[in-house]
């Protein structure tokens, strides 16, 4: 064993680089809501938060898919979100998400999922509103539309 070779970067995130996206995701509440945005109290929707959180977090940027239509999960077959969200993070299941992963939701039961949040340990989840801002909401009545959990890698594959 190489005991000096560098961490696989698909290995899962430790529990202080889950705390590191938590504190991050927090410093976003009260960004203006804006559809393709991304920058810390200009504007994001939920993917820009994601992706701004992974930035501050890694000190790299990140290139998500994006969709120009606003309603585009209306309209689509398949799980773009999901599969966009695998290639950068890592998936696993929903009863083993914690404080600093991210999750997926469904508006409609048999919609692909399509708006992300961070969870909290609080039972929160930190997201972007449309309409609004990022927010701290109670994760219960969201509960019932999670379809998936992802985590962030220990660190970014920069070969992608």
């Known amino acids: 064993m190489n005991v000096h070779s560098d961490p696989d970067p698909r290995a899962p995130a430790s529990a202080a680089l889950r705390e590191r996206v938590a504190a991050e995701a927090v410093r976003w509440i009260g960004t203006p809501y804006c ?3 991304r920058r810390r109290g200009v504007g994001c929707d939920c993917l820009g938060l994601i992706a701004g959180v992974w930035e501050a977090v890694f000190e790299l940027p990140v290139t998500l898919q994006r969709t120009e239509r606003r309603d585009w999960a209306a309209h689509t077959d398949g799980e773009p979100l999901l599969e966009g969200l695998g290639a950068h993070l890592i998936g696993l299941q929903v009863a083993e998400a914690s ?21 909290m340990a609080d039972d929160t989840i930190i997201h972007a509103y449309e309409g ?15 379809a998936a959990a992802f985590r962030f890698p220990s660190s970014p594959d920069v070969t992608r």
């Open 99 to 119: 404080a600093g992963d991210v999750l997926a939701l469904r508006w409609r039961t048999r919609w692909p999922a399509s708006h992300l949040a961070v969870l």
């Open 35 to 37: 559809h393709q945005a």
């Open 132 to 146: 609004g801002r990022v927010v701290r909401s109670n994760l219960r009545p969201w509960a019932s539309h999670v």
